[in-house]
């Protein structure tokens, strides 16, 4: 099927939900926050990620036909590379330019020594994607079962039932299910999201932003209910998005979130440090006594698109794009050792096969 542009809408939403978050996060720590954003954050909490994750667990569906090599070189290899690379940069960064408040990846060496099998970074979703393309690949037609586990898991990590020992792996309980909802159900998303019409698109919008406000305010609380309204939320998330390319005046915000959507990853891997630089700025200038403006979260985070954007158009001039993606000869070299190695074992198991080649060495010519 072809790209829906609401895909890449919802990823542009998505995305500017994360600069967002971060931007609270930092201005916040810097006691430069409106208050009441703390609430606005907390609530998106059960929209940002969650539909991030579905549709990348759509758009990556495609690899459940591709070969182990194929998937390593193309997709593993370079999701791996640059959560390395720019989780050195983010400790160097953090470390030199925001000690008043840093994220707390950048406390002590050990955690970055420990990412690969323990990730405190703010790159976390690299990683997790990564896990979650070859949980499910590995699973091939059975992934769908795990759907049900998947959804309790969550449930169970929403709620604080169970707490795994580091929030990035609480937050991976939490929201593998949403890349298996988009995996599993690629086809038929795809066919929804492309017959639905403005109508109950605008409808299933203004329900779901009912909903979080009636969280927020308390009226919709019990066991399993934000877990519920997470899934919700993604469902209306994905509405607004194919709202917004049904209706003739949005063109313009259409073509703006579609084409940042097609960028998100410059955009993720940049934001945070412009985010806590800026801050660090604004302490070290002391403009922070002049008052704590609703608006400026917006601004931190409109600023800290445009400049990773543009952080990425500067490397990839000067000859730095391999911050971005992996060496070639990189991948390559990974996809064929992993398929030398699948070729051998695949000899070794025809060999020892009874009746075939074993026979054959033991004594026929």
Do not use: K
Not at 24 to 37: I, K
Not at 158 to 174: D, N, S
Not at 303 to 332: D, K, N, Q, T
């Amino acid at each position: 099927m072809r790209r829906l542009p609401a895909l890449d809408v919802a990823r542009g939403l998505a995305i500017v939900l994360v600069v967002l978050h971060h931007a609270v996060l930092h201005l916040d720590a810097a006691h430069l926050l409106a208050p009441w954003w703390r609430a606005v954050n907390g609530e998106l909490v059960l929209l940002r990620m969650p539909l991030f994750f579905c549709v990348s667990g759509l758009l990556a569906a495609t690899a459940a036909t591709r070969s182990w090599a194929v998937l390593v070189r193309s997709r593993l290899v370079p999701l791996l590379w640059v959560f390395v690379v720019w989780s050195l940069v983010r400790f160097a960064l953090f470390r030199a330019v925001t000690p008043q408040f840093q994220p707390w990846e950048a406390d002590s060496l050990v955690p970055l020594l420990l990412a690969p099998v323990r990730p405190t970074t703010g790159l976390w979703y690299l990683y997790a994607l990564a896990v979650f393309t070859v949980a499910a690949r590995a699973l091939g037609r059975r992934a769908p079962w795990l759907l049900v586990p998947a959804a309790v898991l969550s449930l169970a990590a929403g709620e604080q039932w169970v707490r795994a020992p580091f929030y990035v792996w609480h937050q991976m309980a939490r929201c593998f299910v949403f890349f298996l909802l988009g995996w599993c159900l690629r086809a038929q998303l795809l066919r929804l999201l492309g017959s639905v019409r403005a109508g109950p698109a605008a409808v299933c919008s203004v329900a779901g932003a009912g909903l979080l406000v009636a969280h927020g305010a308390g009226w919709l609380r019990g066991p399993g209910v934000a877990g519920a309204l997470s899934v919700v939320a993604v469902v209306c998330g994905l509405a607004f998005a194919v709202l917004l390319t049904l209706l003739p005046g949005a063109s313009g915000v259409v073509r703006a979130c579609g084409w940042l959507g097609r960028r998100t990853l410059p955009v993720y891997l940049v934001h945070e440090l412009v985010v806590g630089v800026g801050t660090s700025a604004v302490v070290a200038l002391g403009v922070a006594g002049a008052g704590r403006p609703w608006w400026l979260p917006v601004v931190w985070a409109v600023l800290a698109v445009l400049v990773s954007l543009g952080v990425h158009a500067g490397a990839v001039r000067a000859g730095a794009g391999w911050l971005y993606s992996a060496p070639a000869v990189l991948g390559e070299r990974a996809g064929g050792l992993l398929e030398a190695v699948a070729a051998r074992a695949g000899g070794a198991r025809r060999v020892g096969r009874p009746g075939g080649d074993g026979r054959r060495a033991r004594g026929t010519p």
